[in-house]
């Protein structure tokens, strides 16, 4: 089995020194982000500031450069902070396959390339998700024996959290690669998030063994040979229930199940603000009420995790939503350290060529 | 053309007179529902009331009679009202094939039987949906030149709802099958929600016409050339945004996005009135916003139409939800008794044939 970590001896001898001396290193993509980098600059400097990482902010040094004179002081006075520059920029409207030949110097390559020279341990964008999901497989490569790498986003559950995996990197998927999904999102469950014995679940139209598609019905039989947590099937109310700790599905399922979650949840905001608005008891109660409703919008939002880790990759990434807060970009850039502390590519590598040897 | 709507001329001459003439006529099967036959009974009972329709209620007589005799003096004394016995009842837990061979004389069978033969002008059922829908093809059949029925469902948004179809009738799809739904729910939404020019999409991962999966790009191209209203792809959020009026996916894909809903609402309203209740402040202002509340709720519940109509049966059905309260099963009826009304089946029939004829 070859060696993989981000760490390994020729990375090091390489490695940027900093201020920290072992700190963590996390490569921000500052240019991405709907808002520009000012989001993207507050979030990570928070992030150095409490969690005591080193962040390499990439992306055009006449922006953020200026930024970083401005909030560091006040955000983060003793962190080690460097903007590294990068000329371009790939636009949220740009098809990924070219913007990933025309730009070479573009923010998020240049950020897996600090990766890969090992002189950054986890990679952060908040950019064009097709666009970080290419470049990374270009630039890190894939773990050795892997069909596919999958993007695991997480659902608010009664129990905590829920995680789905894939949610989109994969439209078209083979049985194998939902099998592997289920394998790496496993580690993620028990080494990053801390799970003991996490529950796998498969999702489909009903819990009974015969119920799926095709493609669930042959990839339920790999994962209940190949994954130690298998529960069986789950149906799409389990992403919320905390009936799994993990749900493996095809992209285009995955994607279109994010797409959902977050609609019906803006829209109920929606609805219900404006109902709370339509009488004075209603607009008093909703005032009396707002602590309540802060710690439930908390708890359901996506902002608490911060971005959706890219498993399979040599190397450490989380790609973050385009329109991330600040606190989103800080939990974003928190969980790609606890990813990168617990050698996660190494493992995954591990789990993969275990799962082969049984198979 | 063959003519197949429920009242042709045989089977006008086959129909039980009714107390009000020409009244719609709509076989309920009684023992659907997980809390057995009270609640299918009254919403039925309100239905007949309120719309002036003729009900079929079908199933145990012993158990229904009774529940009819002691409902209709005061919810609906001046109604056409009759019982019809069927000995047998699926559960929710059998297998539909085997159900469909065991059992002929099971209520949701004798129910379509009432519609084969002009005795009923629509069923609703609130049972074993795969069993509806064996038994709903095997006793009416499909329209000419169909190649799977759909079943449409409901999803609440900012303008009104959407209709997704297929919401779990056909797991593996071809994209003739999804044209196909869009064809049918366009009819659906202009004939019976009477929506002008209704905007229909393509459920995708992106609104680019070369984003999907391989089933939904060659889709893409059929629903853009057959379908009047289509206006390409639309994502997950769009199915409360209002951006479409209907939204066509494979039944996988909308079993999973119905459920994915449901459980988010659920698990939403459970976390909110949790917090809700933490401190005398928020209890207080739950309390004086509960009018609002209430209206969201109702703005949000899948009761409001209270069943999922399965199109392209010689028939009119609805499929509605086990755990249906007596509201949901009322507008069921009225749902269905608008189907039928509008010749439903007719002109589906009508439009999948003028599509072939462009093809």
Same mark, same amino acid.
């Given at each position: @089995?070859?060696?993989?970590? +981000?760490?390994?001896?020729?990375?090091?001898?390489?490695?940027?020194?900093?201020?920290?001396?072992?700190?963590?290193?996390?490569? +921000?993509?500052?240019?991405?982000?709907?808002?520009?980098? %000012?989001?993207?600059?507050?979030?990570?400097?928070?992030? &150095?500031?409490? =969690?005591?990482?080193?962040?390499?902010?990439?992306?055009?040094?006449?922006?953020? %450069?200026?930024?970083?004179?401005?909030?560091?002081?006040?955000?983060?006075?003793?962190?080690? *902070?460097?903007?590294?520059?990068?000329?371009?920029?790939?636009? =949220?409207?740009?098809?990924?396959?070219?913007? *990933?030949?025309?730009?070479?110097? !573009?923010?998020?390559?240049? !950020?897996?390339?600090?990766?890969?020279?090992?002189? !950054?341990?986890?990679?952060?964008?908040?950019? #064009?998700?097709?666009?970080?999901? &290419?470049?990374?497989?270009?630039?890190?490569?894939?773990?050795?024996?892997?069909?596919?790498?999958?993007?695991?986003?997480?659902?608010?559950?009664?129990?905590?959290?829920?995680?789905?995996?894939?949610?989109?990197?994969?439209?078209?998927?083979?049985?194998?690669?939902?099998?592997?999904?289920?394998? =790496?999102?496993?580690?993620?469950?028990?080494? *990053?998030?801390?799970?003991?014995?996490?529950?796998?679940?498969?999702?489909?139209?009903?819990?009974?063994?015969?119920?799926?598609?095709?493609?669930?019905?042959?990839?339920?039989?790999?994962?209940?040979?190949?994954?130690?947590?298998?529960?069986?099937?789950?149906?799409?109310?389990?992403?919320?229930? %905390?009936?799994?700790?993990?749900?493996?599905?095809?992209?285009?399922?995955?994607? *279109?199940?994010?797409?959902?979650?977050?609609?019906?949840?803006?829209?109920?905001?929606?609805?219900?603000?404006?109902?709370?608005?339509?009488?004075?008891?209603?607009? @008093?109660?909703?005032?009396?009420? #707002?602590?309540? =409703?802060?710690?439930?919008?908390?708890?359901?939002?996506?902002?608490?995790?911060? %971005?959706?880790?890219?498993?399979?990759?040599?190397? +450490?990434?989380?790609?973050? #939503?385009?329109?991330?807060?600040?606190?989103?970009?800080?939990?974003?850039?928190?969980?790609?350290?606890?990813?990168?502390? !617990?050698?996660?590519?190494?493992?995954?590598?591990?789990?993969?060529?275990?799962?082969?040897?049984?198979?």
């Amino acid at each position: @089995l070859i060696d993989l970590v +981000v760490e390994d001896e020729s990375a090091g001898a390489r490695a940027k020194p900093t201020a920290m001396g072992k700190a963590v290193r996390i490569a +921000v993509d500052a240019m991405g982000g709907d808002q520009g980098p %000012g989001p993207v600059v507050e979030g990570a400097l928070t992030a &150095a500031r409490d =969690m005591g990482l080193a962040i390499l902010l990439v992306g055009d040094r006449e922006r953020i %450069g200026p930024m970083v004179e401005a909030l560091q002081p006040r955000l983060a006075p003793r962190c080690d *902070v460097d903007v590294i520059h990068a000329a371009e920029t790939i636009g =949220m409207d740009e098809a990924p396959a070219e913007a *990933v030949r025309r730009k070479p110097d !573009a923010s998020i390559r240049v !950020a897996f390339q600090l990766a890969k020279d090992g002189r !950054a341990d986890a990679v952060v964008s908040a950019g #064009h998700s097709g666009a970080t999901l &290419a470049i990374g497989r270009i630039v890190l490569g894939k773990i050795p024996g892997l069909e596919r790498p999958g993007i695991a986003g997480f659902f608010p559950s009664l129990t905590g959290r829920t995680i789905l995996i894939d949610i989109g990197a994969n439209v078209d998927c083979r049985p194998v690669f939902l099998l592997q999904f289920g394998l =790496m999102a496993e580690v993620l469950a028990a080494q *990053v998030f801390k799970i003991e014995r996490p529950q796998i679940g498969l999702l489909s139209i009903g819990q009974e063994d015969n119920k799926g598609n095709d493609l669930v019905l042959r990839a339920h039989d790999l994962l209940k040979a190949g994954v130690d947590g298998f529960i069986g099937n789950v149906e799409g109310r389990d992403l919320f229930s %905390g009936r799994a700790d993990v749900v493996v599905c095809d992209g285009f399922v995955g994607n *279109v199940a994010l797409k959902i979650s977050e609609g019906l949840a803006e829209t109920s905001e929606l609805m219900l603000k404006r109902e709370l608005r339509s009488d004075w008891a209603s607009r @008093l109660g909703s005032w009396l009420s #707002h602590g309540a =409703m802060r710690r439930f919008k908390r708890k359901v939002d996506y902002a608490e995790v911060g %971005g959706a880790p890219l498993l399979g990759l040599n190397g +450490v990434s989380i790609i973050s #939503h385009g329109a991330s807060s600040p606190r989103a970009i800080k939990n974003a850039v928190k969980t790609a350290a606890d990813m990168a502390r !617990a050698d996660l590519p190494q493992r995954l590598t591990k789990r993969l060529a275990a799962a082969q040897t049984n198979a």
